[in-house]
């Protein structure tokens, strides 16, 4: 700052009168008023552009007091103040100073300004001088910021003004709130630390377009100060400074997690009430399916009973009548054991209630052969053990006792002359096999065979045996199947599960 060049004569009053000052005398801003006062604080020097700044032309402000004419009252004691220290340390233009005041022109409106004060050493005349600014628009553009500040320190979202090379260069409270850091812990840091490790390489790739003009989004993982891994929605705008290259970025980061949570549990559920849906669909069909089959066996020994009562009604012929009584027996067990196989069945489906206990596996499995052989003395019935555990499995053994008298009632029918028990156990499975030397099943009959109401053999059964079967090993916590004869596996400790449902078991004991 260099003092100005002035030339004044005597008799004005205040003991100076301004005589030529020139637009070029005021240095530094150009625009800026330049105005000086003597000692007594007395306008002396006033340019053409204090007088467009104020609206006073200079012969009305010549002799009349500085602060009265240029500081609006709040701020008239600070310029006083200054001023009077200046003129009493003599400070010239490298001790000058500078201040914020209220200012006012003559039509009584204040406007912000910014001035520069110095002092004249040594008693020069004018003793003080002050170049003025008006700073309305840059006090303007400082409200714009500043509101624009506290509304994005407002915001809930993350926001951070990002270089070109990615390096954090702002940081808002939403963006503490969302990530636990304070801004001084990441300012200056890799916009990559906020986001999970495994993610970080797409990172690099946001700024790969920041000569673009539309933002553009991105979902990635994110990763808080304490290490929780949140979901992110992120927007990456690139920031313009007039020049062709982008100087940055502006990234809004939201936390997204509590929506993706739960946006999968509604598509979990809608999923779940879809399976569930088509449960009921094929539950529904398949009980229009039993009906109709359950039907379908009953009438055939309905209507043989029927033919034979009507025929006694009629009168048959003695020969006759021994026959057809036979005939309503036979119909007559042949229906009881389709109504006590569909009973059967429907508590299968509805869930078997188990009893497990330490079980004699062997000697069950031997009860049920000398049975069979009662049944059958004309096939050869063996019972084949391997090596036991030494603690016994734990088994409903009347549920067991029940699969085997199906399997073995079904051998029987099939076998040409013989038929074998294989008892196999560990401590975790016992393996029974009931193999017989008949035709046995052909691969594309086997599921088949477990099918309700299907009797492949042709001899009247009621198709429910071996469904009846699977169904009692699988709510066992096994299975039943057919491997060149029936193996039956199920698990040598209870499920462990305690709960009821359709082909679930409820074990209890």
């Not at 490298?94 to 406007?111: C, D, K, M, P, S």
């Not at 309905?302 to 009604?313: H, V, Y």
């Not at 199906?406 to 016992?430: F, P, W």
């Not at 469904?467 to 596996?489: K, N, S």
Request: aromatic residues 4%.
């Amino acid at each position: 700052m260099t003092q100005v060049g002035q030339h004044f004569e005597a008799g004005s009053p205040g003991g100076s009168r301004q005589v030529g000052l020139r637009a070029d005398d005021a240095p530094g801003d150009r625009n800026a008023a330049y105005i000086a006062s003597d000692a007594s604080g007395l306008i002396v020097a006033w340019n053409a552009q204090a007088e467009e700044m104020f609206g006073w032309a200079q012969e009305e402000v010549h002799g009349r007091p500085l602060v009265d004419i240029v500081a609006a009252a709040p701020s008239a004691p600070l310029v006083a103040a200054c001023a009077a220290r200046l003129l009493e340390l003599g400070l010239g233009p490298a001790g000058g100073q500078r201040l914020e005041l209220e200012a006012v022109n003559r039509h009584g409106l204040a406007f912000p300004a910014e001035a520069t004060m110095w002092a004249t050493p040594q008693g020069g005349l004018p003793a003080l001088h002050a170049l003025v600014t008006d700073i309305s628009e840059r006090r303007r553009n400082e409200g714009q910021l500043y509101r624009m500040a506290r509304l994005v320190n407002a915001l809930d979202e993350a926001v951070l003004g990002v270089s070109p090379e990615g390096l954090i260069l702002s940081w808002n409270s939403g963006a503490a709130r969302t990530f636990g850091y304070k801004g001084f812990e990441v300012v200056g840091k890799s916009m990559a630390v906020l986001v999970a490790p495994e993610r970080r390489a797409e990172v690099r790739g946001w700024w790969a377009d920041l000569d673009g003009s539309a933002p553009r989004s991105y979902e990635t993982v994110g990763v808080r100060r304490s290490g929780v891994l949140i979901d992110l929605a992120v927007s990456v705008s690139p920031l313009r400074d007039g020049g062709e290259g982008a100087p940055g970025a502006s990234v809004i980061a939201r936390d997204i997690t509590e929506q993706r949570w739960t946006a999968d549990t509604l598509e979990s559920t809608l999923r779940s009430l879809e399976a569930a849906l088509q449960t009921c669909r094929e539950s529904e069909a398949s009980s229009r399916r039993f009906l109709a089959d359950a039907a379908h066996q009953l009438r055939t020994p309905i209507a043989g009973i029927r033919a034979c009562a009507e025929t006694l009604l009629r009168g048959a012929p003695p020969d006759q009548r021994d026959h057809l009584l036979l005939d309503v027996v036979r119909e007559t067990s042949r229906a009881s054991r389709v109504m006590t196989g569909l009973l059967r069945m429907a508590r299968v489906d509805q869930g078997e209630t188990l009893t497990f206990h330490v079980c004699d596996l062997v000697g069950v499995c031997g009860e049920e052969v000398e049975r069979s052989r009662s049944l059958a003395p004309n096939l050869a019935i063996e019972l084949r053990a391997g090596p036991q555990p030494d603690v016994g499995p734990e088994l409903d053994a009347n549920v067991l006792r029940e699969i085997l008298a199906n399997l073995l009632d079904n051998a029987r029918r099939h076998a040409a002359g013989r038929v074998e028990v294989v008892v196999e156990a560990t401590a975790e499975t016992v393996v029974v096999r009931v193999v017989d030397d008949g035709a046995g099943l052909a691969a594309e009959a086997v599921e088949r065979a477990f099918q309700r109401f299907i009797s492949l053999d042709g001899q009247g059964g009621s198709g429910l045996g071996l469904p009846i079967a699977r169904g009692l090993a699988q709510a066992h916590g096994g299975d039943l199947t057919y491997e060149h004869g029936f193996v039956l596996r199920l698990p040598s400790r209870p499920p462990r599960f305690d709960c009821g449902g359709a082909g679930r078991p409820r074990p209890t004991g």
